[in-house]
């Protein structure tokens, strides 16, 4: 087998985001020189302590040429994630159009590796679940399309400029930081949580510090290169499981209430139309009620069998360090 990546020195893009800066901030930890683009430095050291700030945007290609500089391995973890007002082009450019940048201009600083995050989300619906690698593509959304254009992009930009590229497409991602399951998680626990439709559609979440584990192998093993990995957690439950573990962990009962469907999605379409011209975010949109209603549940065996990738946070554990850091940090 081929040496892994020497990978003294790295770039992590999104690192003021969750992903990203649960990445870096490990990296860090464990003695590897990090650099992070981030858009305002001062905003962000508190954030990112001992970690070198390179000011920058994916959208900026001079920045991108100087954040590359003398790296060995470049993670891609921003994206411009769903928000209400926002042109389809912008998604384009950041999740697709950005990514061919950041992987030329890391081939002509000789970096060795990109990793780019991409997402489950491009599988769209599971119909037949698990899903692996090879399920149909079905992206239901403008962030879900950018994201598997930014996959057609970033092969392509790096058989261009010769660099290897390992894509990574996560399940959801939880823990301590995180802010897209706390209405989730606080609902939860706060017996404030009802479940749209019978519930009974899979859902598959990774504990954070999981997928940088996952992401850590996809920089450095040899394997990686010119593959694309799903990196899921070790157990996948209905919603209705989830919700009855999370009310567990919690220390109370799950609130025993299901609504129908189609209100909230009407309600949701009729928000869109008339808060979106206006740059507002809606209070309920067609995408939440999809949670309810899509499956994700998803295989990993492919990263377990080539780059040796070995989820251990079971949900359990995973919920109770999430709800605790909530707790600790006020949310809860």
């Known amino acids: 087998m081929a040496a892994p990546i020497a990978a003294r020195r790295v770039l992590v893009t999104g690192a003021t985001g969750f992903t990203g800066g649960h990445l870096a901030r490990r990296l860090a930890a464990d003695g590897v020189a990090v650099r ?40 891609n973890i921003a994206a411009l994630y769903r928000a209400a007002g926002l042109d389809d082009n912008l998604y384009r450019a950041v999740n697709a159009t950005a990514v061919g940048t950041l992987i030329e201009a890391a081939g002509a600083a000789g970096v060795t590796r990109v990793v780019h995050c991409s997402t489950v989300g ?36 790096a058989t261009d400029a010769g660099v290897q590229l390992a894509i990574v497409r996560p399940t959801g991602i939880y823990g ?9 998680f606080r609902g939860v626990a706060r017996r404030r949580f009802a479940i749209l439709g019978r519930g009974d559609i899979w859902y598959h979440l990774t504990y954070i510090d999981d997928l940088v584990d996952g992401f850590r192998l996809c920089g450095t093993h040899p394997a990686a290169a010119g593959h694309t990995y799903i990196l899921s957690g070790p157990e ?9 573990i999370t009310a567990e962990v919690a220390g109370v009962k799950p609130l025993p209430l299901h609504l129908p469907v189609w209100p909230f999605w009407m309600a949701g379409a009729a928000c869109e139309a008339l808060c979106r011209p206006l740059g507002i975010e809606p209070p309920i949109y067609r995408r939440r009620v999809d949670f309810f209603t899509k499956s994700r549940a998803f295989d990993s065996s492919r990263a377990t069998a080539e780059i040796g990738y070995a989820p251990r946070v079971g949900l359990r554990d995973g919920i109770g360090r999430t709800l605790a850091w909530y707790r600790e940090a006020g949310w809860l």
Do not use: F, M, W
Request: glycine fraction near 8%; charge should be negative; proline fraction near 9%.
């Open 236 to 244: 996948v439950t209905t919603l209705n499981e989830l919700v009855a």
């Open 122 to 157: 491009v599988h769209g619906d599971i119909a037949n679940p698990p899903a692996d690698e090879d399920a149909p593509l079905r992206p239901g959304d403008v962030y879900q399309e950018t994201k598997l254009e930014g996959e057609s992009v970033a092969r392509r930009a």
């Open 176 to 184: 301590p930081g995180d802010r897209r399951l706390l209405k989730l």
């Open 36 to 75: 992070a683009l981030v858009r305002n430095p001062h905003v962000a050291a508190p954030a990112l302590p001992g970690i070198e700030l390179a000011a920058g945007d994916l959208t900026d290609a001079g920045s991108l040429a100087r954040a590359v500089a003398g790296v060995d391995v470049v993670y």
